[in-house]
């Protein structure tokens, strides 16, 4: 349940203030009031029906699985979408600091020496993007990178210190300790940040952080007021340090080192850099695509319910949307959900085409080795280097050839179509890394083209049912509008399918 509590009273407010702050309480109380009628009304909806949809969101780490997930949940129950916002403030803060240090490490003297040890190889960034190797690291550069580095990471020393306490808001309220470092997959010398960490699906972070307020440290603990006036939150020193951050990300120097590595912040989910004056306000709030962007890693099953209104003569659908996760240490944990699917999301991110997995090389385990089974070729390499759109494309034979979902509907999103046309446009060539692609135009349109009909005529090969419906659409799911368009249209398709199973058509 959300409360609107009350702001406590300044003896010293004037006439003017408190009748302010008088307001403030009765509009807090008056949304808080909306959104638990919103979310009372959900609940008894899907008490009354049994789920009769279930889709399965499948694909890589780092696909866009979640946000996808978060553009139903905005679409279908925005009232749990808007009572949980502010959650996510602590959240983006987290992948604000995360950028930063990325950039201090990729401009390390240290790194500097070690990557030049290392110049037949390529480096890897936390979310799978490649650093370029035989990068120059003449004695001038490195002796530059110690100045930029020892300037900045003086003068940033808050901010990187601000990590720990970010870890420990998402874990306050929750009796164990919720959250997990992951591996990063690094080998010595790689320009690789710290592990990412993650929160198990049974975390209660958002509990704590859902109303934006800090909860005195004093003895009087149930007193709560908002965020900007507590001293100890985390965006005062945001604040502090925002012309530092700001003169780190819009150093000409740094930004050169940041291309010629080939390192592309820009590309990652939790991208706020270009942001950071607006993020790092006392007053802010996140907007819908501040949440949609922001990125918190889970470990588990991700489970997301809603009711569609389906008229008066059909009554209301239920849809239960499960993600999965997809990296390739969860992907053993799929086929329990492949029984009774009404229908499978696959993503494939498709400006990944220069990047490599980052994920742990690993002997496979006798779990995964009996999932093998149900999902061949899931894992086919466990070299940390491996191409991304590679196994996206052996990720989608293996799901499109499983006999237990041969009667399944498959919907593809060719995601982060957006991030592919800049790439492109940028001169990055796809025959590089996609030998097959030959002297095809290195343009957007063909580029995209071809990897639809690559993706379309591994279906057609590898699918024992050629008449399952699939349907297969370009995306970009932080945008809201298309977004929200594509995903109205494939579930329209989806009913029409599930009621044609049912032969109510």
Excluded at 232 to 240: A, F, G, I, K, Q
Excluded at 356 to 374: G, I, K, M, Q, W
């Amino acid at each position: 349940m959300v409360a609107a509590k009350s702001i406590p009273q300044n003896h010293h407010e004037t006439p003017a203030q408190r009748e302010m702050r008088i307001l403030a309480e009765q509009q807090a109380k008056h949304i808080s009031d909306a959104i638990d009628e919103q979310l009372r009304v959900e609940r008894a909806e899907l008490k009354k029906n049994k789920p009769d949809v279930k889709i399965l969101l499948l694909g890589q780490s780092e696909s866009g699985k979640s946000t996808t997930l978060k553009q139903f949940q905005l679409l279908h129950t925005p009232a749990a979408f808007q009572a949980e916002r502010m959650a996510w403030r602590i959240v983006i803060y987290l992948n604000l600091v995360r950028s930063v240090r990325r950039v201090l490490d990729t401009i390390s003297a240290e790194r500097e020496e070690e990557i030049s040890e290392l110049s037949d190889t390529a480096s890897l960034l936390s979310d799978g993007q490649t650093a370029v190797s035989s990068v120059s690291t003449d004695p001038e550069t490195r002796r530059i990178a110690a100045e930029k580095y020892a300037e900045y990471s003086t003068a940033l020393a808050p901010v990187l210190e601000l990590e720990a306490r970010l870890i420990r808001n998402l874990r306050e309220d929750d009796d164990e300790d919720e959250a997990t470092r992951l591996g990063d997959g690094s080998a010595p010398g790689w320009s690789v940040p710290r592990g990412e960490y993650a929160v198990r699906t049974t975390s209660n972070w958002k509990r704590a952080l859902t109303l934006g307020r800090s909860r005195s440290k004093r003895k009087s603990a149930s007193v709560s007021v908002p965020w900007w006036e507590d001293p100890s939150d985390p965006v005062h020193t945001l604040e502090s340090c925002r012309n530092s951050m700001n003169r780190l990300w819009k150093d000409e120097w740094v930004r050169r080192r940041l291309v010629e590595k080939r390192v592309r912040l820009q590309e990652s989910s939790g991208f706020y850099l270009d942001e950071i004056e607006r993020i790092t306000a006392k007053m802010y709030a996140p907007t819908d695509e501040d949440v949609l962007k922001a990125r918190l890693k889970t470990v588990g099953v991700v489970e997301h319910s809603f009711t569609i209104n389906m008229g008066s003569i059909r009554g209301n659908s239920n849809w239960v949307i499960y993600d999965v996760g997809g990296s390739r240490s969860q992907r053993h944990a799929w086929a329990p959900f492949f029984q009774d699917v009404n229908a499978i999301i696959f993503l494939a991110p498709i400006s990944a085409f220069d990047q490599v997995l980052t994920e742990v090389r690993a002997r496979p385990s006798r779990l995964y080795l009996s999932a093998t089974a149900l999902i061949p070729n899931c894992l086919v390499s466990q070299d940390s280097r491996v191409n991304r759109l590679e196994d996206s494309l052996l990720l989608w034979r293996a799901v499109v050839s499983n006999k237990l979902l041969e009667k399944v509907p498959i919907v593809l999103f060719l995601n982060k179509c957006d991030l592919l046309r800049e790439k492109i446009e940028a001169g990055v060539q796809l025959k590089n890394h996609l030998l097959t692609y030959g002297d095809r135009p290195n343009e957007y349109e063909p580029v995209s083209k071809y990897l639809r009909n690559k993706f379309g005529l591994l279906h057609n090969q590898n699918s024992s049912n050629r008449d399952r419906e699939l349907f297969i659409h370009f995306t970009a799911v932080i945008d809201k509008a298309k977004t929200a368009q594509i995903i109205t249209s494939v579930r329209e398709a989806i009913l029409r399918i599930n009621l044609k199973t049912l032969k109510l058509m």
